[in-house]
């Protein structure tokens, strides 16, 4: 034990040197490439930025600086000639690496007292509001006064300490090193009260848990602080140029730099919002002149969630569009389109679902047949013409432009009804005393959604709107609509906020329960698991939301690694509920049960050259893998006793069977399977669904000693309609295990989602009889898959296969922009040797301890390829010099003596490195990479552990 944890800090060492030495080097790449773009004569200015205050500056995907202020400075390099370059450092090392000398310029900051007596300052550049952020529960704290007993998280060495205590001495204050660990911090309920800068996260959930609990509306403001670059004292020279090229930047690019990042520009008052009138219920004026409507109240709450102020430009419809387009509106309130009828606008939030029917006049409609022949009105833009037309194939459609036209029609005789948003007819009814004279014909209904729209270029607005739209609840939503709609079957939010209704001795019940303790597996997503910040996640997560929210239930989730001990701990009582238990006779004798909540088909996983198997006659006498402890293994056994079971401790282990041939197939739930399958983690499998088992569901496995508690948690799964069950789907089905958003390809999001909406007994049917059909999606599926077959299975990189592809792409690419690509021919030194002294695992760890070294020094448009045993291929394109290239080269060499710590006194690892260069050493894939692979057997010949170029 002794030994596993000495290596694992040995290695935490190495990787940070590694990181610390890819750092340097990137940081030369980039010099030189700045040199290269302003001339050799001109020397780059080292800008460090804090790497986590987003908007403003932060480390981006790629591990590149972004943020409102590196664009500002971009422009000012453009204006000045000057070339820059970015290094991104802890807001506390940032500071540090001015004081030192490593860099010249700090990218921007608040200037304090302290900081004025280590560093001079520009003139403004920019500026950010700071806040405190109070917990919902402190909404009557009004003054700094109200907050002194209470604890406030701030950044270590922010702006915002001296401020504080300034504004409000003895406020007791505790730091954190960085803004990711203070809103961590604040996630995990650490904190009532935190210091933060306006903006918003770029980590979705975290900014709709934190929103949720710390709304906008109720902080209090520091103060507006002016961002100023910093240089160290005594750099005049250096402070007149910054101040001279700022004082030269466009105002309408800093506007336009500030609605990317921000979502808003600092001129305005906060966003304007193009709204068509009479339109009510959802927008128009009142008696008193204001805008009022559904959407109105949708929007007002948003700007109340945001702390961002809005203001409506009133227009009619195709006006508001237009408003849009020219500037006039940011967005648009909310537009009725579909892809075939689109504004060509940016789709922005779905804000609303509206549901459109036939009005007919007088005589109430019984079947749609009785329409044949005859005439019906419409509007012009509806985007549901198509259906209308495939609907009603025998009708003729007439076209009107108001309301008023079409209701006249009707009366007159012209039409016989028409098609129209159902909300919005009724309340022109009932305000023109109508109400009596058209009936509504249920059997015709359409849905179109209403979308906040935008210009293609407003990224940052969108991203600001959504933003603040995810933190609004489905029961504010209702709240809201109930306000506005007369017609029940014309509301959306249904059963958001519907609640159980309990009698006296069931409250009595619920209330004495105290906490109740809920096992899930960790690693079983979607269904369940941890996420990244140790919370349990997963559909089964929002199960239990529910019955908190329906019961008052005190659910404590506990985790655990795999379903065999699940199971036994609800078995002995050591939990008391479970989700996803199947019911079986043998469990029915220790466990209560819920009903069925949640649809679980089966579905099985096999190697993509074996044929799909669909039911279990096709499974006798193959190796069928299961997890150990699953209600199915007696099951298969009865059904189909030829089966060969292969027990395994979860899905991960059941996949890695059937993908190393220790089983043929492997047999879970489907959405498991989908999403494992997505990641690409296994990209020689391929997916079948089980016919057999097409109609399971999951119930919830309850200790008997809750038998009372059953039936309440069956009231309360009641609830789960389909919308919500639906939304909650497609939620989870794009969502990667502890990482967020993970989009899933269309088609395999279809599929799962279309499991609940279909009904599994019909897709059951489905695949078990329509062969013909069934084998066209698999072999269409099997394509997609293979396309995840070009990589490496120990380490990931992409094989010989797709370098080949990556190869040919870089000529014909740099061959076209008449440039220079380098091709790096990795062979690690004396493997046979290696091998002899090493188990397979050893090596296996080296092997991807050499792949991790490659991948972190390198750019991500560049290429590492496994290309054998023990060598490796890097494409580096678009290089702009040899010297970049050799820097590389000589930290890889150093890497791999570094990593040779790791091996606890046995030999070192090292490498023979070739590097060829395109054009000079050849023009074709095929010329370079064989020049590279020369190069890299004369310096195997030199002895080894160095590199020898063309």
């Known amino acids: 034990m002794k030994r596993v944890i000495h290596l694992v800090v040995i290695f935490c060492t190495f990787l940070l040197a590694l990181q610390s030495t890819a750092k340097a080097a990137a940081m030369d790449v980039a010099i030189d490439a700045a040199k290269g773009s302003a001339g050799s004569n001109t020397p780059p200015l080292i800008i460090v930025a804090g790497e986590d205050s987003y908007p403003f500056q932060f480390l981006d995907d790629q591990g590149e600086v972004a943020g409102l202020l590196v664009e500002l400075w971009q422009e000012w390099s453009r204006v000045t000639a000057t070339p820059v370059v970015f290094v991104a450092r802890h807001w506390s090392e940032s500071l540090e690496q001015l004081r030192q000398g490593h860099a010249q310029v700090h990218i921007g900051l608040g200037k304090t007292a302290q900081r004025s007596s280590e560093f001079d300052f520009s003139a403004p550049i920019s500026e950010v509001g700071t806040y405190l952020y109070l917990h919902k529960s402190l909404k009557d704290k009004k003054q700094f006064k109200d907050l002194l007993p209470y604890q406030i998280g701030v950044v270590a060495d922010s702006a915002h300490i001296p401020e504080l205590q300034r504004l409000q001495p003895g406020l007791m204050l505790k730091t954190y090193p960085s803004r990711e660990a203070l809103l961590e911090a604040v996630s995990r309920g650490e904190l009532y009260i935190f210091a933060g800068m306006e903006g918003y996260l770029r980590d979705q959930g975290l900014q709709q848990d934190i929103m949720n609990s710390f709304p906008a509306n109720i902080r209090i403001a520091i103060k507006k602080t002016p961002i100023r670059a910093a240089v160290r004292k005594g750099e005049h020279k250096l402070l007149a140029q910054i101040d001279s090229g700022f004082a030269r930047l466009d105002k309408d690019f800093i506007q336009q730099a500030e609605r990317r990042w921000l979502g808003y520009q600092r001129q305005q008052a906060g966003i304007r919002i193009a709204m068509p009138l009479g339109a009510e219920p959802y927008g128009d004026l009142g008696l008193d002149g204001q805008p009022h409507g559904l959407f109105v109240d949708i929007w007002q709450l948003w700007s109340e969630k945001t702390g961002i102020s809005i203001d409506f430009v009133a227009s009619d419809m195709n006006g508001s569009l237009k408003d849009v387009r020219n500037g006039i509106a940011d967005v648009q309130i909310g537009y009725p389109e579909n892809d075939e009828l689109n504004s060509g606008l940016q789709r922005v939030w779905n804000l609303y679902t509206m549901k459109s029917r036939l009005f007919v006049y007088q005589q109430p409609l019984t079947d749609l047949t009785e329409l044949k022949g005859k005439r019906i009105g419409v509007f012009p833009t509806s985007p549901y013409l198509a259906q209308l037309r495939q609907a009603l194939p025998e009708t003729q459609i007439r076209f009107y432009d108001s309301m008023a036209a079409m209701t006249a029609a009707a009366r007159k005789g012209d039409i016989t009804g028409f098609v129209a948003s159902g909300a919005l007819t009724s309340h022109y009814l009932l305000l023109t005393q109508g109400w009596g004279d058209f009936h509504q014909a249920p059997m015709l209904e359409f849905s179109t959604n209403n979308y906040v729209l935008t210009r293609e270029d407003e990224k940052g607005l969108a991203q600001r709107v959504a933003s603040g739209f995810n933190s609004i609840s489905l029961q504010e939503l209702a709240a809201i609509e109930r306000k506005w709609m007369l017609n029940p079957q014309d509301l959306i939010f249904t059963g958001a906020d519907k609640r159980v209704v309990l009698n006296d001795s069931q409250q009595a019940y619920l209330a004495g329960l105290g906490e109740l303790k809920m096992g899930y597996l960790k690693h079983w997503s979607p269904m369940e698991f941890t996420d990244a910040a140790g919370k349990f996640a997963g559909i089964n997560s929002d199960v239990a939301k529910l019955l908190t929210e329906q019961l008052g239930l005190k659910l404590v989730p506990l985790a655990f690694d795999d379903w065999q001990s699940l199971i036994q701990a609800l078995l002995r009582g050591d939990i008391d509920i479970a989700g996803s238990v199947a019911e079986t006779a043998e469990r029915k004798q220790s466990l209560a049960f819920s009903a069925p909540y949640w649809p679980s088909p089966w579905a099985l996983v096999s190697r993509l050259q074996q044929v799909s198997v669909f039911n279990l006659e096709q499974l006798s006498g193959q190796r069928l893998a299961v997890v150990e402890g699953y209600h199915l293994v007696p099951l298969l056994m009865s059904l189909q006793p030829g089966l060969k079971l292969v027990l395994v401790a979860d899905s991960d282990a059941g996949l890695a069977a059937v993908a190393d041939g220790k089983a043929d197939v492997f047999i879970d739930k489907v959405v498991t399977l989908a999403q494992r399958l997505q990641g690409g983690h296994f990209g020689e499998l391929k997916l079948s669904l089980l016919a057999d088992f097409s109609d399971q569901h999951s ?165 590492v390829a496994r290309f054998g045993a023990e060598e490796f291929v890097l494409i580096l394109n678009r290089i702009h010099g040899r010297d970049q290239v050799y820097q590389l080269v000589d930290s890889l060499l150093h890497g791999l003596t570094t990593a040779a710590e790791l091996l606890q006194g046995k030999d070192a690892v090292s490498a023979s490195i070739g590097v060829a260069f395109y054009p000079k050493d050849g023009d074709t894939a095929i010329d370079i990479l064989k020049r590279a692979v020369q190069l890299s057997s004369l310096a195997k010949e030199s002895g080894g552990s160095c590199y020898r170029v063309g």
């Open 699 to 863: 119930r919830l496995g309850i200790n008997p000693k809750y038998a009372e508690l059953v039936p309440l948690i069956d009231m309360a799964l009641g609830m789960l309609d389909k919308p919500r069950q639906q939304r909650i789907y497609e939620h989870w089905l794009t969502a990667d295990a502890g990482h967020g958003p993970l989009q899933m390809s269309g088609w395999l999001s279809y599929l799962l989602v279309s499991l609940l909406s279909l009904g599994l007994a019909l897709v059951g049917l489905l695949i078990y009889r329509r062969h013909g059909a069934e084998a066209q999606l698999r072999r269409k599926l099997e394509k997609q898959l293979q396309l995840l077959g070009n990589r490496d299975r120990l380490t990931g990189l992409p094989n010989r296969h797709l370098l080949d592809d990556r190869l040919q792409q870089a000529v014909l690419m740099h061959g076209r922009e008449q440039g220079s690509f380098a091709l790096v021919f990795v062979g690690l030194d004396e493997v046979k040797r290696l091998t002899k002294a090493r188990s397979a695992k050893e090596m296996d760890r080296i092997l991807l301890i050499v792949a991790g070294l490659l991948q972190d020094a390198v750019r991500e448009s560049d290429t």
